[in-house]
């Protein structure tokens, strides 16, 4: 146990302190790429041999921030902005920015006017993400993308580069949905903030590198037995769901979380890139494979169906649905998640969440009465 406990918290340092990551590997004379949410191309960045690097915002008060975004933004585009006007992220050799929001569409135009010194790549996908046309032209954005870091990288990135780094990138994703397995199999081993934590240290450290640690956690899990869990058992569901505030009163309440639909939690891990001839095709077919994500055009709600299967075949109690404050797409999808939750009896509850607020007593008040009533 005290090996497993040594593990959890070497990850859970590394999630609680990216400065300190971005700093060793500038220190180390890496070139280094940051990653804006969400679904970025960080195979590109590998097979270029740069370290691409999540930009997911942190709690904060942002102020610089604000000359430049409405107060309605989202408070991960509100800090990600004002942590690279403050000079945070000095020393990356660019930004790569995806479009998959109107927030992220915004963010463009500011880092560009506000954060001079480090370019930004826009990462635009296709929203029709399953057609053949939509395909088609999110594997040609790849490759322009991969022709400009190649120019920052000083190195031609050639296509069996960007091939093998797409099985790296594959292997840690079976390493992720290992850990998944062991999580879900012993509800209650792991606190909801030192699960939380494994995933988000996947931001900040050498791919290679977090799946051997994911291998080796996993295997520190399966040595302890799969008891009976009595606490709450909850599947949470949102963008992301790594808040503080939150994960502390989660772990107060006894939760365990068995189970997430959580974008940058265990979706970014679901599905493999499929291996085909030419890897930029398969990185596209990616994106027309992930289900469950507000961001990802979704017409007939899957995501609501996923949900309903994920918290009956993981024997939860019910579902905890986190927004995050001032975010279009989960708040559209709010609506008809909550109205399929109900039609099939799966007890829920929504929670708002913001990096800028540190007052969650209202948040705690829900979250414990929730708890008792599933017992
Ligand atoms: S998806 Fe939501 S939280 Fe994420 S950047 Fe867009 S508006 Fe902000």
Request: glycine content about 8%; overall charge negative; charged content about 25%.
């Amino acid at each position: 146990m005290d090996n497993l406990r040594e593990k959890l918290a070497a990850l859970q340092a590394i999630a609680g302190n990216p400065a300190a990551q971005l700093e060793k590997f500038l220190s180390e004379g890496r070139k280094v790429v940051g990653c804006m949410p969400y679904f970025c191309p960080e195979e590109l960045v590998y097979a270029s041999g740069m370290v691409p690097f999540g930009l997911t915002g942190e709690e904060m008060q942002a102020s610089e921030a604000k000359r430049y975004w409405p107060a309605f933004i989202c408070s991960v585009m509100q800090t990600v902005l004002e942590l690279g006007l403050r000079g945070r992220y000095d020393g990356l050799a660019a930004v790569m920015i995806p479009t998959l929001c109107d927030a992220l569409k915004g963010m463009d135009g500011n880092w560009r006017r506000g954060v001079k010194k480090i370019p930004a790549i826009p990462v635009v996908q296709a929203q029709n993400r399953k057609t053949e046309a939509g395909l088609e032209f999110t594997a040609s954005q790849y490759r322009k993308i991969r022709s400009r870091l190649a120019e920052l990288a000083g190195r031609e990135v050639t296509d069996a580069a960007v091939a093998g780094a797409v099985s790296v990138y594959n292997d840690r994703r079976a390493a992720m949905r290992g850990f998944m397995a062991a999580s879900a199999a012993r509800p209650g081993l792991l606190k909801p903030s030192q699960r939380s934590a494994v995933f988000k240290s996947a931001f900040f450290m050498d791919v290679n590198e977090h799946a051997a640690a994911l291998r080796e956690l996993t295997a520190l899990m399966e040595e302890q037995p799969a008891a009976e869990y009595r606490g709450p058992k909850l599947v949470t569901s949102g963008i992301m769901a790594d808040n503080s505030g939150l994960l502390g009163i989660l772990d107060d309440c006894g939760v365990a979380v068995v189970d997430d639909e959580v974008t940058n939690e265990s979706l970014r891990y679901r599905t493999d890139i499929p291996v085909t001839e030419d890897p930029f095709k398969g990185m596209a077919l990616l994106l027309g494979e992930i289900e469950g994500c507000s961001v990802l055009y979704d017409p007939g709600k899957n995501r609501g169906r996923m949900l309903i299967d994920l918290a009956k075949k993981s024997g939860a109690d019910g579902v905890l649905l986190v927004q995050t404050k001032f975010c279009d797409p989960e708040e559209y999808d709010y609506v008809p998640l909550r109205r399929m939750l109900e039609e099939a009896g799966i007890r829920n509850l929504m929670v708002e969440i913001d990096l800028q607020t540190t007052e969650n007593e209202q948040t705690r008040t829900a979250v414990e009465a929730f708890c008792e009533s599933l017992r």
